[in-house]
């Protein structure tokens, strides 16, 4: 069984795996469709990674069907923008081919698990009683990371293929691993995600204010004095009525302004 830290910096390398693997398709690059390839095959490679976890593959096991995941969507995709089919695209077939090839060995294996299960009564109740636990710690762990890959990398927004990349790289495990035990994650996950929304920032400074609000997190969280979620949910509401009274985000204003997010009342 895997530990949370071996799932959440895992799923960060499979993740960066593939958008780096994405990056190097020129097709893909030029597509005008970039965002919704980009973002149909994560939720592709995603859902191999969380089968294979529920399923207690090693690390290894996770890698290579994850890669060849991306790997198979890459070239669909590529065939489709040469035939011109890609505004045809249904991602419901290209899930059914990527599936196929990374996910049958699962079925196989399911299967002998649950005649094996069957050999003793006792030892079969305590493996299910054992099992329900571990799904769902990994449910949790999970739903964490594949929640912050699509907050930090704000699919709705207008980031380009380089900040995601980036983004990715630098971002995504360690805000992952620091939501994971932070206990009111979904809450400032959501502060996160409004304040993309209501803001408008290009690449440089979205970089900046991840690194700022990962920084005021990080010291919260050692401090032992994160807000909970009356008083964070208390600055969403504050936040959505008064953004456009603030100033309008640099790099230069970033620290304060993510300081008085965090911290203080907006005035």
Not at 28 to 48: C, E, F, M, P, Q
Not at 209 to 230: A, G, M, V
Request: proline share 1%.
């Amino acid at each position: 069984m895997l530990s949370e830290t071996e799932i959440i910096e895992g799923f960060g390398k499979i993740m960066t795996g593939y958008l780096l693997v994405m990056d190097e398709s020129e097709i893909v690059r030029k597509s005008k469709y970039i965002d919704t390839i980009l973002y149909n095959g994560a939720n592709i490679v995603i859902h191999v990674f969380t089968m294979h976890v529920y399923s207690k593959k090693s690390l290894e096991d996770i890698y290579k069907q994850c890669c060849s995941a991306y790997v198979c969507y890459l070239e669909y995709i590529e065939q489709l923008e040469k035939t011109n089919l890609a505004n045809n695209l249904y991602i419901s077939d290209i899930s059914v081919f990527v599936y196929k090839l990374t996910l049958g060995e699962l079925s196989k294996d399911g299967a002998r698990n649950s005649v094996s299960e069957q050999v003793d009564g006792d030892l079969c109740n305590q493996s299910t009683k054992i099992s329900e636990i571990v799904v769902k710690s990994n449910d949790v762990i999970i739903d964490v990371v594949v929640k912050t890959w699509n907050v930090l990398l704000a699919w709705n927004s207008s980031l380009s293929f380089d900040a995601r990349l980036a983004i990715c790289d630098v971002h995504l495990t360690k805000y992952a691993k620091l939501f994971y035990v932070a206990s009111e994650s979904t809450v400032l996950l959501d502060y996160l995600g409004i304040i993309q929304e209501k803001w408008e920032m290009d690449d440089n400074i979205y970089f900046a204010f991840l690194n700022e609000y990962y920084r005021c997190l990080y010291k919260l969280h050692k401090s032992n004095i994160l807000p909970n979620y009356s008083h964070i949910s208390e600055k969403i509401l504050l936040f959505c009525v008064q953004y456009h009274l603030e100033y309008i985000p640099s790099e230069e204003n970033i620290r304060s302004i993510v300081k008085r997010l965090m911290y203080d009342r907006m005035n």
